[in-house]
Every structure is written in structure tokens, then in C-alpha cells.
Nanobody, 123 residues
């Protein structure tokens, strides 16, 4: 059984930083696509950052230069370091994984999801 367990969300002031973690069990991401989506109230779930089977990373334009996705293979964990956070980053953040090396923007292409971790950016 595949499990993705997120942690690291919280409340932070604008300009602050958070690091999200996604620990995977029963899943090997080394040749598959894995990453982060977010969903704000009343909005569709959107891709934030993913890493594909060739280990290329994708970042949404809104987070480029401020967010970094990286892995710890020994811990089978993927991280999302979020710096210079803005209020518009407030959302539930989900770890997602799929069977296959290609990454997509459409959430329905992903086979596995974590339970989500809330990020709130407010002064």
C-alpha cells in the first residue's frame, strides 16, 4: 500500500519560510513523477512543483525563484522549501505521486495523494 504523509505546514508571516515534507512508503519515486499541488478555497487544485523520472523539476511561474523541491533518497522523502512567502500562497498543500516518469498539471493524472497540510500566510 502506498502512503504519502505530509508535514510542515503552518502559519507564517509574509516574507517568511516554511519547509514541507512528504514521506513516501510503498512507493519508489526514483523513476516516477512526484511533487506538490495546492488548493485554495474556491479554487482548483494547481501544480506547484514536480520532479519527473529524469529528475527534472518543474515550478509554477508564481513560485519560481522562491520555492525549491528536493529529495532525500535515504529517507524516501520529498521536500518543498518555500521562501519569501506571499499571502496568495495560502492553501492546502498536497503531496502527489504517479506511476510513470512524466509529470502533468492535471491532478487526475496522479495515482496517490497525501492528506494535505495547511499553509497560511498572513500578517
Amino acid at each position: 500500500e502506498v502512503q504519502l504523509v505530509e508535514s510542515g505546514g503552518g502559519l507564517v508571516q509574509p516574507g517568511g519560510s516554511l519547509r514541507l515534507s512528504c514521506a513516501a512508503s510503498g512507493y519508489t519515486y526514483s523513476s516516477n513523477c512526484m511533487g506538490w499541488f495546492r488548493q485554495a478555497p474556491g479554487k482548483e487544485r494547481e501544480r506547484v512543483a514536480t520532479i519527473n523520472g529524469a529528475r527534472w523539476t518543474y515550478y509554477a511561474d508564481s513560485v519560481k525563484g522562491r520555492f525549491t523541491l528536493y529529495q532525500d533518497n535515504a529517507k524516501n522523502t520529498v521536500y518543498l522549501q518555500m521562501n519569501s512567502l506571499k499571502p496568495e500562497a495560502t492553501a492546502m498543500y498536497y503531496c502527489a505521486a504517479r506511476v510513470g516518469g512524466n509529470c502533468y498539471s492535471a491532478p487526475n493524472k496522479y495515482n496517490y495523494w497525501g492528506q494535505g497540510t495547511q499553509v497560511t500566510v498572513t500578517s
